[in-house]
């Protein structure tokens, strides 16, 4: 009987160190796909250039919004404009201009609008801005269209 209790102690000693990591989670996505335009991932800008800019007015309080893969901001549209646009509606959290750029595609999801066999990818958008810690990654759905809002840590741009 002690040596079944012994035996039984050592397996769940194996399957807890099994189970532990020494490796602290990864918050990068893993990119599949992405494509180069003058040394950076396209697109890229800033928030304070001329270019179009989607006039946001809700702030979300829910901190998933756009910052995990389970949650992204769809755009919608089929279109890189409208990431973007999206993009350059948004200021860090003290109205600093941000600089985003495309890191690729990531994180295949099942979606009517899907332009082959019903799979979409997520883009992953890294975001930063003067004072920021670390920088933000923005996940971005063009297949499929929601209202937007600005995730939180973000404000909408004015003008």
């Not at 996505?29 to 950076?40: D, M, Q």
């Not at 209202?147 to 973000?154: A, S």
């Amino acid at each position: 009987m002690k040596h079944v209790r012994d035996c039984c102690v050592v397996l769940a000693l194996l399957f807890l160190c099994g189970c532990a990591t020494t490796k602290p989670p990864s918050h990068n996505p893993e990119i599949l796909s992405n494509t180069i335009s003058g040394g950076k991932g396209s697109p890229w800008g800033r928030s304070d250039s001329g270019a179009n800019f989607t006039k946001l007015t809700a702030t979300t309080s829910d901190p998933t919004y756009g910052l995990t893969e389970q949650n992204p901001v769809k755009v919608g549209g089929l279109a890189e404009n409208n990431e973007a646009e999206y993009l350059n509606g948004l200021r860090g959290p003290s109205d600093e201009p941000i600089e985003y750029e495309r890191l690729g595609s990531c994180c295949p999801f099942k979606t009517p609008n899907a332009m082959i066999e019903g799979i979409g990818l997520l883009d992953a958008f890294r975001v930063t801005y003067a004072g920021q810690a670390k920088p933000s990654i923005l996940y971005i759905d063009f297949y499929d269209k929601e209202p937007l809002f600005v995730p939180v840590g973000f404000k909408a741009r004015s003008n």
